[in-house]
């Protein structure tokens, strides 16, 4: 791909990404309607209104790219591109107050993730992450998107959005790597995976997640330096079993995948 193509979705997913902070920002600790939906997780106008403008712009501006959203369902489903957005991952921390969500951007190309947002419509942070790029960070805080060295397991701080989540996890190796783990921290949805680039958190397990929840990641996590896979090492797909595994130091990640496929049999030495 040229890079001024790249620069130009690059551009529009800026454009979308301003947008989704427009929106969201008023909502947040304002009172509105909670809907619980089919599978019981919440959604209120924050997330559709959201989801409706950033498929306008694409509408406007790339009229022959799909789109993918957590709201709305899947349009122009044959195109060899496609967005995949989730408007507000962390429907839950919203609703509730907490500013740990984040408006997910991503672009595929045949199924590959080669752009990705996080953006955090309160605290004003964004991360944007391009395939062979390095990932950029903006804060008012101050900050950097370099993911940090962490030797051994027994140094990482894990973290997961909730225990729930890992319910419905494949088998429960996820308990070794807790084990083997310095800390074990719940929380964040896709902040936490900002949160590792910069090199706060060293390894994320998770699972029980759509592409719209990882596509954006993708980019954002390796452009920082770090590795990005299902539990089983190979690469996020669509039709994969829906768990997600990233570290910061991508040393780390050959460790991880081994303990994933332990049953839980106690604390590591590693």
Known sequence: MKPEALDHYLSVATMMADAARCVIRPWFRAPLAVVDKADSSPVTIADRTAERVMRAILAERLPDHGVFGEEFGLENEQADYRWLLDPVDGTRSFVTGRPVFGTLIALLKNGVPILGVIDQAV???????????????????GGQAVTRHCATLAQAELS????????????DGWKALKNAAKRMTWGGDCYAYGL????????????DMNPWDWAALVPVIEGAGGRITAWDGSALRYDGDRTVLAVGDAKLHAKAVEMLAQSNTGKSST
Not at 160 to 171: I, K, N, Q, V
Not at 196 to 207: K, R, S
């Open 123 to 141: 605290t004003q942070e964004r991360w944007v992450g391009v395939a062979g790029r390095l990932t950029q960070f903006a804060s008012p805080f």
């Open 160 to 171: 997961c959005t909730s225990p729930e989540m890992l319910e419905l996890a494949p088998h």
């Open 196 to 207: 590792l680039a910069l090199g706060q958190i060293d390894i994320i397990a998770e699972c």
